[in-house]
């Protein structure tokens, strides 16, 4: 009797609900709890909420229940239907257990609190692995996962989003990719989607109406130079001003001293074994590297003049306004466009083309760091996880690490 006693306690039980009889098996690694009501009970409807209705019938279910130490506890009930004046005949909900009536999914066979508990973990460590730590199959706790972040994303309310920032990531090996936008005054993801084109920047603007947000009330983007992008925004968010990502920018850049490189390298066989040494900045290059750059004939080479150009367009980002930063970049521009080096004379073509949502970077001053660093949270789970079988199982994580989602898990 105490034992059953004390069971009833840990799993906070209230009348009418008792615990019944508990067996251990010890060889198995098992501990079954059964769960009975008094006869007579009465319960509430699980639709209308309304009180004392009779049981009408039971049916015996179990459910995965927390490790009692390393053994495996399920709980064993008999659950009852009620008839229900309004509603008619209804399956009652426990309190241990999903309230799958009310929720609109079948019963997960796992109590409230073991849920919590996958949850937590795999905030933590891949899907996988919780399941090879809690003996079960990973299918039926993607379920638990998919649950819980769709109920908080129905639940999240973006009414305030005026600020986001754009990008994509690869969803897996191949040409898979997966667009991520970002609310960049919260720092948490609104909506991942598949592709990359102008229909996910519509498939967002849906999504943010959907969760009471107004497309036309974003005021400002961050995005990469992408064409598809532009066009997105242009047509889905139709007051938002664009500042193209200074990182991004700056890699236009970095890759056409990068192309001047490998031509000249043809020539010059001492260039070899240099790439890195031109795509970092002299404060971020090793002894060895810095050795090397003082002995390369850097006044004769186009790699070294395509460099200081380089340096010098990282240095539009230090001007102290917009006005001075559009002065500065006209006599960048007049510099890139002379030097009669090609990779860096496109270059320059490029940035003339976004000119005006690259200077938007001074009155706006918003990049998309902040969504690289969620994008680099996204591949580290992915590698750990040796990638998800589902581009629907990786958007669930995406919202999980990165969503600050209200997952609102028992306790």
Same mark, same amino acid.
């Given at each position: ?113 073991? @849920?919590? +508990? ?10 996988? &692995? =919780?399941?090879? #730590?809690?003996?079960?199959? /990973? ?95 242009? @047509?889905? +968010? ?10 991004? &920018? =700056?890699?236009? #850049?970095?890759?056409?001293? /990068? ?153």
């Amino acid at each position: 009797m105490r034992d059953t006693a004390l069971l009833q306690l840990a799993l906070g039980l209230t009348p009418p609900w008792t615990v019944s009889r508990a067996d251990f098996d010890a060889v198995a690694h098992r501990l079954d709890i059964q769960i009975d009501f008094a006869p007579g009970s009465r319960f509430a409807c699980p639709t209308c909420g309304t009180a004392d209705c009779p049981a009408y019938d039971t049916e015996r279910k179990i459910w995965r229940h927390l490790n009692f130490f390393q053994h495996q506890a399920y709980l064993t009930a008999r659950v009852p239907r009620v008839r229900c004046e309004t509603c008619g005949i209804k399956t009652v909900n426990v309190p241990w257990a999903t309230e799958h009536a009310r929720e609109g999914r079948p019963d997960s066979g796992f109590t409230l609190l073991f @849920e919590a +508990l996958v949850m937590t973990m795999v905030s933590a460590m891949p899907v996988k &692995a =919780v399941a090879r #730590i809690v003996g079960e199959h /990973d299918t039926r706790l993607w379920r638990v996962v998919h649950h819980y972040v769709d109920q908080a994303r129905a639940r999240s309310n973006v009414a305030d989003v005026t600020q986001i920032a754009i990008d994509e990531t690869a969803a897996r090996r191949g040409h898979d990719y997966m667009t991520l936008f970002v609310d960049i005054d919260q720092a948490r993801v609104l909506f991942a989607t598949e592709g990359k084109g102008a229909e996910t920047i519509a498939a967002f603007a849906d999504d943010l109406t959907a969760h009471g947000g107004d497309p036309e009330a974003i005021d400002e983007v961050c995005i990469d130079m992408s064409p598809a992008f532009i066009k997105g925004v242009t @047509e889905s +968010l139709p007051n938002a001003a664009i500042t193209f990502d200074k990182f991004h &920018a =700056v890699k236009i #850049i970095n890759d056409a001293v /990068d192309q001047a490189r490998r031509g000249e390298q043809k020539r010059q066989s001492l260039l070899r074994g240099t790439r890195y040494i031109w795509l970092r900045n002299p404060a971020n290059l090793s002894d060895r590297q810095r050795e090397t750059l003082e002995n390369l004939p850097t006044r004769y080479l186009k790699t070294a003049r395509a460099y200081q150009i380089r340096l010098a367009f990282q240095d539009l980002y230090n001007q102290p306004s917009a006005a001075a930063a559009a002065v500065f970049l006209k006599k960048w521009y007049f510099w890139a466009t002379h030097s009669r080096l090609p990779p860096m004379t496109d270059a320059a073509h490029t940035v003339k083309r976004h000119w005006d949502g690259i200077l938007r970077w001074f009155d706006s001053k918003i990049a998309n760091g902040l969504i690289e660093g969620i994008n680099s949270l996204v591949q580290a789970a992915k590698a750990k996880a040796r990638g998800y079988r589902s581009i629907r199982n990786l958007k669930a994580m995406v919202y999980l690490l990165a969503g600050k989602l209200d997952l609102r898990l028992p306790g």
